[in-house]
């Protein structure tokens, strides 16, 4: 018979808040595919680590040049 987990939330949100997990190396290829001198890479945190690419809002309107820039390398935003 299994015993009863204990959850320690408080080490799991320091991993969550913490563990990249890649996503760092996805935003620079997406980053690559962005011709526009003001796309970054933006990281924060939330309940956990955040990496986002940050053009401007124009440019994606009209161009969808973040979209564009994540499905030149496989990545369907939005999509798990």
């Not at 299994?2 to 799991?12: D, H, M, P, Q, S």
């Not at 990281?43 to 680590?49: A, G, H, K, S, W």
């Not at 990496?51 to 969808?64: H, K, L």
Request: proline share 5%.
């Amino acid at each position: 018979m299994a015993g009863k987990v204990r959850l320690n939330k408080k080490t799991i949100g320091r991993i969550l808040k913490t563990a990249d997990g890649g996503k760092r190396a996805v935003a620079q290829k997406i980053l690559a595919n962005i011709e526009d001198p003001d796309a970054r890479i933006e990281v924060y945190t939330t309940d956990r680590e955040v990496v986002g690419i940050m053009v401007p809002a124009d440019r994606q309107a009209r161009d969808g040049v973040a979209t564009r820039a994540a499905s030149a390398v496989g990545i369907s935003p939005g999509k798990p």
